[in-house]
C-alpha cells in the first residue's frame, strides 16, 4: 500500500556539510504491515518517517500510497491519510487547548474546517467513553489544557488523536523515547492494542531491539541511509538481539560493532 | 470638570481603539505573530472611509467598505510572510511602510476633514439628545460587543480551533491536515480587518481622516492587550480575556488623558506610550519573582523550624 522506489534525500546541498541521508531508498509495505524501524544515530529513521509524512520535501524518487502519488504531496494533504506521533511529547498536541478540543481537531483530520462548533455535545460524550477506555483518568479531565498533562499523558493522547480518525498509515517515530520504562510500557502496549484492533498499517522507529523484535510482524535495520536488513513473519519472531548484532556487523563489514552502535 | 469631562471622552475613544486592539490580539496572542502592518492598515480603514464618506456613501456601507480593505492589507501581510517565507515582523514593516503612500493615493492628500459629510455620530446626535461623548460611548459599545461575540463564536468553531491551534502548535495542526499557511493568512486578514473598522469609526468620531493617523497603533493595542492582563490575570476565562481588551484599551486612554490634563506635552505621548507597554509586560514578571521568593522562604523556614 505504501511505495518508496529510489528515494533520496539529502540536506545541507552545496555545503562542506553536505550529508545524504536517505540514499535510493526502495520499500514497499503491505497492507496491515507493523513493521519496526532500527538503526544506530544518523542511519536516516526519523527522515524517513518524515520523508514519508511529508515534513521534508524528497530530492528525487516516487513515493505511492494506495496507488496514488504523493512524492509531491504538502504534509498537511498527507496527513488525511497518515497519523503520527512523535518523539516529543510535546509535538503531537497543542498544550494551550483543551484535551477535548485537541481531541476535535483530530478527529476531523482529513476534513474541511467548517464553522459549526469545534467540539459538538455528542462528541463530549463520545469522547469520555473513549478516553476513559485509555485507563488514565483522564476522562473526568477533559476540559483540562494539555499542557498540564505528564509527557506520558501527551503520549497516550496523541496516538489516540493519531487513530481515532482511522489512518491508512500510522508513522510513530520513537515516540516512547522520552518516556520512563513504566509509562514507555504502558504506550507500547496501548500501541498494540489499538494498531491491532484497527488493523493499522504502521511504521515504528525504536532502539530498543527487543521491542523492535517483540513488536510487529516485519524489522527494518538501516544504515547510513539504506535499508541493510528486511525480515518478515516466521524468520523475524526467531530472531534474538545477537542476531540483530551479527546482521549489522556483516552489513556495514566491521567487526567492533557492539550493541551501543546499534542503540546508541 | 474639565478632567471629568476627559475622562468620558476617554472612555469612548479607549472603546473604538479597543476594536483595533482586538484586531492585534488575534495575531499577537492567538497566533504569536506581532504584526506591525497595522499601523498602516488603521489609517487605510480611515481613508477609505472618508473617502466614501465624502463620495456620499451611507457611514455604515463607509465602515464595511474600510474594513474590507483591511482585510487587503491583511492578506498582503500574509501573502509576504506565507507564500514569501518572509518574517512576520519584516512581512508587516513592509506593508506598513506600502500602505503609507497607498493610504495618500487613496486620499489625495493626507488628510480629509469630514466637516460636511454625515457620520455614525452626527446621525446619532440628531435623533438622539445625548452630548458627543455618550454618543461616541453607545456607539462604541454596540461595535465592540458585535466584535467581541464575533470573535468568541469564531473561535470555537472548528476553523477557529485550528487558528488557535497554529499559534501553538504549528506542527500539531499540519500532522491533523490543516494547511497552516492558510490559518495565518485569514487570521491576519481578520486582524487587520477589525483594524481598518476601528480605524473607520475613530476616523467618523473624529471627522477627519488623516495619514498619520496609525503611527503607533501596534504599540497602542499592545498596551491595552498588556493593561487588560494584567488587571484580569491570563487564566481568565475566554469571554473576560476579550472583554479586559477592551477595558485595557479604555484604561490606557484614560491614563493619557488624566497626564495631559497634568500638562504633559503632547509630543511626549509615544514616549510615554513606549513605557506604559514596557512597564505593563515587566510587572508580572517581578510580581511573580517576588511570589516565588515569598514562598521559598515561607516554606524553606517552616521545613527547618519543624526539623530543629
Redesign the interface.
Known sequence: MLKLEKVSKSFHVGTPNEKCVINKLDLELKQGDFVTVIGGNGAGKSTLLNLI?GVYPIDCGIMTLDGQDISLS????R??FIG?V?QDP????????QII??L???A????K???????TKKEKEEYYEIVKALGLGLEDRLTTKVGLLSGGQRQALTLL??TLNKPKLLLLDEHTAALDPATSTKVLTLTKQIVTEQHLTAMMVTHNMKDAIDIGNRLIMMYDGRIIYDVQGEEKKQLTVNDLLKKFEEAIGEEFVNDRMLLG | MAILLSLQGAIGQGILWGIMALGIYLTFRILDIADLSVDGSFATGGAVCAVALVAGVHPLVAIILATLAGFLAGFITGFLHTKCQMPAILAGILTQLALYSINLRIMGKSNIPLLQSSTLFKDLANVIPLTSQWITICIGLVFSFIVVAGIYW?L???????L??TG??E??????????DTMKLFGLMLSNGLVAMSGALVTQQQSVADVKMGTGAIVIGLASIVIGEVIFGKKAGFKLRLTSIVVGSIIYRMIVAIVLQMGLNTDDLKLLTALIVAIALTVPVIIDKKKRLTMYKKLTGKEFENHA
Open positions: 509524512a504538502p504534509e498537511y494533504q496527513a488525511k503520527r512523535f510535546m509535538m503531537g498536541t497543542a498544550s494551550d487547548m478540543e485537541n476535535a481537531m483530530a476531523r483530520r482529513g476534513q474546517r467548517s464553522l459549526h462548533w469545534g467540539v488523536m493519531a | 469564531f470555537g468553531t472548528e476553523f477557529g480551533s485550528c488557535r491551534a501553538n502548535n506542527n500539531m495542526v499540519r500532522a491533523n491536515g490543516v494547511n497552516t
